[in-house]
């Protein structure tokens, strides 16, 4: 079974570009979440989606960021325009169902630059 | 807000050594403690997890134990192995009376690197 893909693996864009990660989930894992970590700090929440639905987004940081789950499976993280400050790794976890005895599966990530 | 905090790296040991990496955590109630690694190249595994005070999780020789009175979930390892290295996160999830749903708080993380 393919674990949770994420792609690209590496980006580097200039600032005021735009940038948009996917993420493919574990197939029939209905929840998503997308988490960043920024330099040598912890790993933050961004968002939870169920099924197509956004469940909580409150660790989105601001609105340059948009994430999209149409159709329920893979998962697009946009962010536009880009900022220094987005530089970081942002990864992708699934799991079945969405409580504490559910695991989540992460991605190998998404290193992202911006110069 | 909830919140872990975890021993600063990189922690560089040799082979078969003992391992501790502290972890202490801020949350309301019981929440459910996570220790998840990632070794090179590759994404987080959960390595063990704890969802009650007092209970053990343990994996490939790692254990960690809740404790509720010191807010803590350190993780040990009796005997660390080369391939042991990579960088160890803790984690936790909200109490489940509380809501929150099921999103992670992570620590900074701590690198360890085994050498022989």
């Known amino acids: 079974e393919a674990g949770v893909t994420q792609f690209p693996s590496h980006s580097v864009i200039e600032k005021g570009q735009t940038v948009t990660l996917r993420c493919d989930p574990i197939s029939g894992h209905d929840n998503l979440y997308w988490y960043r970590r920024v330099m040598g700090k912890e790993i933050k929440f961004l968002l939870h989606f169920v099924k197509e639905s956004k469940q909580d987004e409150s660790g989105m940081p601001n609105n340059r960021f948009l994430a999209e789950r149409t159709g329920g499976t893979y998962s697009t993280l946009k962010v536009q325009p880009a900022e220094l400050e987005d530089s970081g790794v942002y990864f992708c976890?699934?799991?079945?169902?969405?409580?504490?005895?559910?695991?989540?599966?992460f991605g190998p990530g998404t290193r992202l630059t911006v110069l | 807000g909830n919140s872990v905090t975890q021993m600063e790296g990189p922690v560089t040991l040799s082979e078969e050594a003992f391992l501790t990496i502290n972890c202490t955590y801020t949350?309301?109630?019981?929440?459910?403690l996570f220790w998840y690694v990632q070794y090179p190249g590759e994404g987080l595994q959960l390595l063990l997890k704890?969802?009650?005070?007092?209970d053990k999780g343990s994996n490939k020789g790692f254990e960690a134990t809740y404790r509720k009175e010191t807010t803590s979930f350190h993780l040990e390892k009796g005997s660390v192995q080369v391939s042991d290295s990579a960088v160890y996160f803790c984690?936790?999830?909200?109490?489940?009376?509380?809501?929150?749903?099921?999103?992670?708080?992570f620590g900074t993380g701590t690198q360890l690197k085994v050498e022989l």
């Open positions: 704890a969802t009650k005070a007092d």
């Open positions: 949350a309301t109630g019981y929440p459910s």
């Open positions: 984690a936790l999830t909200p109490f489940i009376l509380t809501g929150g749903g099921n999103k992670l708080t």
């Open positions: 976890a699934s799991s079945l169902g969405g409580t504490i005895t559910d695991t989540q599966y």
